[in-house]
């Protein structure tokens, strides 16, 4: 599965867009792009996932550029809750999950 | 969604020591589950993938004979973390794969993760 590189820390302010950029440039025509976030303690929460297409769903929308080498999560209006470390993953589905660093998002009143 | 639990959710307990952690799959059933460890402000790391009704299979590095894993039934696997030292410290996670109807938009889902402390 292909390596992913993400900023390891990001600010956004409550109620504003959280854009979360993840670059994968070794990325193959059979591998998703999936995101998970993890808050404190807790085990991960699958976000989203596509293959090329953006997609969108209650809790967010994922643009992958359309040479598929990087791709940004967006949480619409960011709250506290928010406040997690997110994941991002490309693998071949059914493959295991490997987890990076990941960004640490922090929502800020 | 599918619910994963997993039973302690917290265990202290002295060096030397057997420790069993269960993963249960709620309202599914799961042929397969992962293990993962993550120790402090770090990402998590896969220990093995359990099959049901078979042996399971470690990552690189980690010993089987000190993290025992079975997974008897489609809806239980349990990890037992044998004679545990202070190093074993550590949060575990199982997390279980959908197959089927329930797959849908995912097909991994992580139970709440142990708190293990070894004194």
């Known amino acids: 599965d292909a390596k992913t590189t993400q900023p390891p820390s990001m600010d956004c302010a409550e109620g504003r867009a959280a854009n979360l950029p993840c670059n994968h440039s070794?990325?193959?025509?059979?591998?998703?792009v999936y995101w998970y976030r993890q808050i404190h303690s807790q085990g991960p929460q699958y976000i989203i996932h596509?293959?090329?297409n953006n997609e969108t769903n209650e809790m967010a929308s994922l643009i992958i550029t359309e040479d598929r080498k990087s791709s940004t999560l967006i949480l619409p209006h960011a709250t506290l809750r928010d406040t997690a470390v997110y994941y991002c993953?490309?693998?071949?589905?059914?493959?295991?999950?490997?987890f990076g660093a990941g960004t640490i998002l922090r929502v800020k009143s | 969604g599918a619910v994963v639990s997993q039973h302690p959710s917290r265990v202290i307990c002295k060096s030397g020591t057997s420790v069993k952690i269960e993963c249960r799959s709620l309202?599914?059933?799961?042929?397969?589950m992962f293990w993962y460890r993550q120790f402090p402000k770090q990402s998590l790391m896969l220990m093995a993938t359990?099959?049901?009704?078979?042996?399971?299979?470690?990552e690189q590095g980690v010993e089987k004979d000190k993290f025992l894993i079975n997974h008897a039934s489609l809806t239980l696997s349990t990890l037992t973390v044998t004679s545990a030292h202070p190093e074993d410290s550590s949060f575990y996670i199982c997390?279980?794969?959908?197959?089927?109807?329930?797959?849908?938009?995912?097909?991994?889902?992580f139970g709440p993760g142990t708190r293990l402390t070894v004194l």
């Open positions: 309202d599914f059933q799961a042929t397969t």
């Open positions: 596509g293959l090329k």
């Open positions: 993953i490309v693998r071949v589905y059914g493959n295991k999950l490997v």
């Open positions: 070794t990325i193959s025509g059979n591998e998703y």
């Open positions: 359990s099959n049901e009704g078979s042996k399971a299979t470690y």
């Open positions: 997390s279980a794969r959908v197959t089927g109807d329930l797959a849908g938009y995912n097909e991994q889902f």
